[in-house]
């Protein structure tokens, strides 16, 4: 079957659609043959980090290692009117996290401008591995300081209450010093934010347009290649051949190939559940690199993830292999809240393993979690990539409230994961201790090049 699969990603849009009727190869079922009992290896110990340097932080939608092998995370305050992002950063010898800037008074754009605020930083931290800049991005939904909320659309034209933009910041982490700043985005936010360091280009995808932009950081001057749809994907990713590689709304791959200098549109649809999707909204949410950079693991966004392993650097379009569901079965007929059934976090560790946290909830039928236990809870797994063999390692414990929702995750130098939890107050980041066995110095090489 596997033949037949790759034959049929050699053909066009008519062999697309006989793909798609084709068996799941490696779907649900043979997902579900591969989960292993929980691991009996050494504990994976947990730690959890509360935003308390910033009270007004309601989320954490990024975390990143930085050029440094230091962990950062974004201390969001997206839903108080007049809050602003602070860049946060683990600090290993105390054990705690130290609060290096508001973004708004870094960029001259407080919050009590009037205008919406540079509240977020979503998915879009990028590092500079020969100079130790991290770039960093910020996204738009605060409301202004005497406003309850924000439409971009309502206040486009309105010079007092718009977006001022997206503001790009180089951090230098060598000196701990903000270099540059600069407005990237005129009235949009940056939904994601990659690098490509050999040619001195940063790509994004803007909010609410989702237009593909290429920022050079020597010229300091920026290009719109257009839209690609009105669903934007949450990550893009870089290929060998310096291609950028994003979805559309229904499920496509979309790609930027600097030789051709346009979008190419896949006509393949991405895995998804056949019971009751289409590929529609099966954008990506996250994606993670293997170490040789030969293939990515991807999960799509939003309901009923999928975890998918494409090999971008094999064929016209690339092959794709379908993991099956990120997070458990459930009846589909029922609706499910979309922020309860979520994965994120996918971070290669020091092991070679991927790792991701996935949502798990109570369900009679699916799930009957004990009754007197948290109604949902979020799953760190370990992915074996020779294998496709899946085992739960740990549980993210959050001392007040389920922690289910991980927006992203990372590794530091010495080889400890760290994920963002997107919650309700207090967010903060989680750190997950791996066993000594599973350790090593510069684990967080090669480096992610995209938030």
Not at 126 to 146: E, Q, R
Not at 201 to 219: E, G, Q, V, W
Not at 254 to 267: A, G
Not at 332 to 343: E, G, I, N, R, S
């Amino acid at each position: 079957m596997e033949l037949k699969r790759r034959e049929f990603l050699k053909g066009g849009a008519g062999a697309a659609a006989a793909w798609l009727a084709l068996p799941v190869v490696a779907g649900a079922a043979q997902a579900s043959a591969n989960i292993q009992k929980p691991s009996r290896e050494a504990a994976y110990k947990t730690s959890w980090y509360p935003f308390t340097g910033h009270p007004d932080a309601d989320t954490c939608w990024s975390v990143s290692v930085g050029p440094d092998g230091r962990i950062y995370a974004a201390a969001c305050a997206e839903s108080v009117p007049g809050g602003v992002v602070k860049l946060v950063r683990y600090n290993e010898h105390t054990d705690g996290l130290d609060y290096l800037f508001s973004l708004g008074e870094m960029v001259n754009d407080p919050g009590d401008s009037g205008r919406a605020t540079q509240c977020k930083i979503h998915y879009s931290f990028a590092p500079s591995m020969a100079d130790g800049i991290l770039y960093m991005a910020t996204h738009l939904s605060g409301p202004p300081i005497d406003q309850p909320a924000y439409s971009p659309w309502l206040s486009w034209h309105d010079p007092k209450r718009c977006f001022r933009g997206s503001a790009l910041v180089a951090f230098d982490t060598r000196q701990d010093q903000v270099l540059w700043w600069d407005t990237m985005l005129p009235k949009e936010g940056c939904r994601c934010l990659l690098h490509d360091e050999e040619r001195h280009l940063l790509y994004s995808l803007s909010y609410p347009r989702d237009h593909f932009f290429i920022y050079d950081t020597k010229k300091r001057t920026r290009r719109d290649l257009g839209r690609i749809g009105s669903i934007n994907a949450q990550t893009l990713f870089l290929d060998k051949k310096h291609r950028v590689w994003t979805t559309d709304d229904y499920g496509h791959l979309v790609r930027y190939d600097p030789e051709k200098d346009r979008l190419e549109r896949s006509p393949f649809v991405l895995p998804h559940n056949p019971e009751f999707q289409t590929g529609w909204h099966s954008v990506f949410y996250d994606v993670a690199a293997a170490p040789d950079r030969e293939s990515v693991y991807a999960a799509t966004w939003i309901a009923n993830s999928r975890l998918m392993r494409i090999w971008p650097n094999e064929g016209e379009w690339p092959r794709v292999e379908d993991l099956g569901p990120a997070t458990q079965k459930r009846d589909p007929t029922l609706p499910k809240d979309t922020f309860v059934d979520h994965c994120g976090g996918l971070v290669f560790g020091g092991d070679g393993q991927l790792y991701y946290v996935a949502s798990r909830w109570r369900d009679p039928v699916y799930n009957p979690m004990p009754a007197d236990g948290p109604e949902r809870e979020g799953v760190v797994w370990r992915l074996n990539p020779a294998t496709l063999q899946r085992q739960e390692v740990a549980v993210l414990h959050h001392p007040t409230q389920p922690a289910q929702y991980v927006s992203r995750g990372a590794v530091d130098h010495n080889g400890n994961l760290f994920f963002g939890d997107v919650g309700t107050k207090p967010v903060g980041i989680f750190k997950v201790h791996l066993p000594a066995s599973r350790r090593r110095k510069n684990a967080h090489l090669p480096i992610r090049m995209w938030g």
